[in-house]
C-alpha cells in the first residue's frame, strides 16, 4: 500500500511558477513509475508528465514541454513537478499517481495503482 500526499498547489498569475511535491509512503517508492495528472472542471483526466523508476526517462504531454519539469528523489520518496511560465489553461486539479514497475511510457489513467488527493492550481490572466 502507498499513500501519496501532494503540496504546492495554489494561484498564480500567468507567467508564474508554482512547484509541486508528493510525499509518498511506504519503502518500495523506487518500484514505481510516478506521474502527474491534471483535471479541469467536466473534463477527463489526462497526464502531464511522467518519469521512470530511476528517474532517468521522462515524458511530457505537449502543451507543457519545455515549461514543466518531473524530477523525483528516491531517497526522499517524494516526486516533483516544477511548473513555469504558467498559463490559465492549466488550471487544473493536480494529481500525482504511482504506477508499480511502471515506466516513462505509462500515461494511460487505468495503468496507475495509487493516487494522491490532488491539488488545486489556478492561474489568472
Known amino acids: 500500500q502507498v499513500q501519496l500526499v501532494e503540496s504546492g498547489g495554489g494561484l498564480a498569475q500567468a507567467g508564474g511558477s508554482l512547484r509541486l511535491s508528493c510525499a509518498a509512503s511506504?519503502?518500495?517508492?523506487?518500484?514505481?513509475?510516478m506521474g502527474w495528472f491534471r483535471q479541469a472542471p467536466g473534463k477527463e483526466r489526462k497526464f502531464v508528465a511522467i518519469?521512470?523508476?530511476?528517474?532517468?526517462?521522462?515524458t511530457y504531454t505537449d502543451s507543457v514541454k519545455g515549461r514543466f519539469t518531473i524530477s523525483r528523489d528516491n531517497a526522499k520518496n517524494t516526486v516533483y513537478l516544477q511548473m513555469n511560465d504558467l498559463k490559465p489553461e492549466d488550471t487544473a486539479v493536480y494529481y500525482c499517481?504511482?504506477?508499480?514497475?511502471?515506466?516513462?511510457?505509462?500515461?494511460?489513467?487505468?495503468?496507475?495503482?495509487?493516487w494522491g488527493q490532488g491539488t488545486q492550481v489556478t492561474v489568472s490572466s
Open positions: 499517481a504511482a504506477d508499480l514497475l511502471g515506466s516513462e511510457y505509462s500515461i494511460s489513467v487505468e495503468e496507475y495503482d495509487y
Open positions: 511506504g519503502r518500495t517508492f523506487s518500484r514505481y513509475a
Open positions: 518519469i521512470s523508476r530511476t528517474g532517468g526517462s521522462t
